[in-house]
């Protein structure tokens, strides 16, 4: 078996993303990472050198800077890393994502034991997005609860966006892949970042959904749609924690909740009674 990691980046650094760290969390389990890196202006590219691992290879793309449809240059450029993919399997992950070294051999004999198994086409996995920083996460339905991230690579996919896939077994209409949950979290930080690079990926990156970038002054969260994270932290997060996420997050008691958020609230009551989930789902869970 062999398997493929893959994933794009652009000022990895200036917008506070985790990628050096998201990288390596998973080196141990692929035979090889493909890295899509954009034009940028800062070290992005330098430091993706540094990890020194003959199992990155590094691709330079540009980016089509008239593309402002729901960001769909994210897709783009996660299809030029995937389409480089050689594995059985293709594990993707986005800048701000990071796998815990305890769930490794885990995920990797699952694809061992599916591996001959046409039927499971994805593995799927729990997330937790931290927001305000790391100790607190969110759990309101607008925050996709599971999601997609490892595809078999001798299927027809696309991805419409940066964040699931799309199987074309036929020409006129797309599908999604059908998947295996695993009892694996993903750590998905980009809520997380200090407040100052937060500023600065809302004031680059709101063009690519073609809308004008919103002022971000601080997080400001419903206390109701967060809970406080018990667990552990991945080791290789810890340094990026300590000097680049933002300060432990108190949740405002004067909070006012707006349309959405009461709405998000009525929807997790539903969800506690009748036990059933309003989050998205790119896939269908098999098995």
Excluded at 210 to 236: E, M, V, W
């Amino acid at each position: 078996m062999k398997v493929s990691g893959f994933t794009f980046i652009r000022n990895g650094t200036l917008l506070g993303y985790p990628y050096i760290e998201s990288i390596r969390s998973i080196l141990p389990i692929v035979d090889e990472f493909i890295v899509n890196i954009g034009p940028s202006e800062d070290d992005t590219l330098e430091r993706v050198r540094r990890i020194n691992d003959p199992k990155v290879k590094i691709i330079q793309s540009t980016w089509n800077e008239s593309m402002h449809d729901r960001g769909y240059v994210y897709g783009q450029q996660k299809m030029i890393a995937h389409f480089n993919c050689t594995g059985d399997w293709a594990f993707y992950l986005e800048g701000d994502e990071v796998v815990h070294e305890n769930d490794l051999q885990t995920i990797r004999d699952n694809m061992e034991r599916y591996l001959l198994d046409p039927k499971v086409e994805a593995f799927a996995f729990n997330y937790f997005h931290f927001i305000g920083g790391a100790d607190t996460i969110a759990t309101g339905p607008h925050y996709y609860r599971t999601e997609a991230r490892i595809i078999r690579n001798s299927i027809r996919s696309y991805h419409p966006d940066g964040l699931f896939f799309v199987v074309m077994d036929r020409n006129k209409k797309g599908r999604y892949p059908n998947a295996i949950l695993l009892d694996v979290p993903i750590y998905h930080y980009g809520n997380a970042r200090s407040v100052k690079s937060m500023q600065e990926k809302n004031e680059r990156v709101a063009k690519y959904w073609n809308q004008k970038p919103a002022q971000f002054l601080g997080y400001r969260i419903d206390p109701r749609l967060i809970k406080k994270f018990s667990g552990t932290h991945p080791d290789i997060i810890q340094s990026w924690l300590n000097k680049e996420s933002q300060p432990h997050y108190g949740p405002d008691p004067d909070y006012i909740p707006n349309r959405k958020d009461k709405r998000y609230r009525i929807e997790m009551k539903l969800e506690k009674l009748f036990k059933i989930d309003f989050g998205k789902k790119h896939y269908k869970k098999i098995y």
